[in-house]
């Protein structure tokens, strides 16, 4: 839970600072890359047919159209999100409180705290799952000439879509099986869960390299906006996230 929103508060402040500072250090002054880049997109635009131009500029136009609304959606979730987390948390107080107490802090409970994470991701995206099957239905049928891109978005669509229908599982009858078997077995299901979560992967939106060269009129300021927002919703997920898996670890008893 912590370590994935870690891992994209840090990519979109990265991506919203506009350079790695690795590999600004390697390839020189800013004036330098700047220029590259104007370079770059001046010759890719040369080397696409106009037709394919226009139909990448339009399908730009619609990707930063959809990826701003939802952003602009996950934020002001937020405090929804956060609202039905500690709802759970309540109810797994009520209903099944320490039941994981005498877990080890090994390797072998891992997949129960993970669990957990991908409980408290089932409620925070499924509470966004109205903004995000818009977002899928917009971005899906998009093309680019560059079939990169192409895959790039419907990759990010098809990972949020999975991230906002994770099945919910059942904490109290899971953990109280683990420790039914002296916390040496991890049910079958868990594992499978865990497993299909991690497959998931990082959800990482297009790179805005990939989308400048096609970019006109309000589309540069949509999509800095856009970024702004991610930010944002990264380091609200990653606060809120964090203080919440710890909560509800300790309220099962288990080990963070």
């Not at 919910?168 to 991890?186: E, G, I």
């Not at 930010?231 to 909560?247: C, L, N, P, R, S």
Request: glycine residues 6%; hydrophobic residues 45%; positive net charge.
């Amino acid at each position: 839970m912590i370590g994935r929103a870690a891992k994209r508060a840090e990519r979109v402040a990265l991506e919203a600072a506009g350079e790695d500072l690795a590999g600004w250090h390697r390839r020189g002054s800013l004036r330098s890359v700047r220029e590259r880049v104007i370079t770059t997109a001046v010759l890719t635009l040369a080397l696409v047919p106009a037709s394919a131009v226009a139909s990448d500029v339009s399908a730009t136009h619609a990707y930063l159209q959809a990826n701003y609304v939802l952003s602009r959606a996950t934020v002001g979730i937020a405090p929804a999100q956060h609202a039905a987390t500690e709802a759970l948390n309540s109810r797994l107080a009520r209903e099944c409180p320490r039941a994981g107490a005498g877990s080890p802090i090994t390797e072998v409970t891992e997949p129960m705290s993970y669990e957990v994470a991908v409980a408290l991701w089932s409620v925070s995206y499924g509470t966004t799952a109205g903004p995000i099957q818009t977002f899928v239905r917009a971005v899906k049928p998009l093309h680019w000439s560059n079939r990169r891109t192409t895959r790039l978005a419907r990759a990010y669509a098809t990972k949020l879509h999975e991230m906002a229908t994770l099945p919910m599982p059942d904490l109290c009858t899971d953990v109280r099986a683990w420790t039914a078997s002296h916390c040496q077995v991890v049910p079958a299901n868990v594992l499978q869960l865990d497993r299909h979560a991690e497959a998931i992967g990082e959800l990482n939106p297009v790179p805005q390299k990939l989308l400048a060269p096609f970019e006109r009129g309000g589309d540069a300021a949509l999509a800095a906006r856009a970024r702004a927002l991610e930010v944002k919703a990264a380091e609200i997920e990653f606060v809120k996230g964090q203080d919440t898996f710890i909560q509800v670890t300790e309220t099962l008893g288990l080990p963070e």
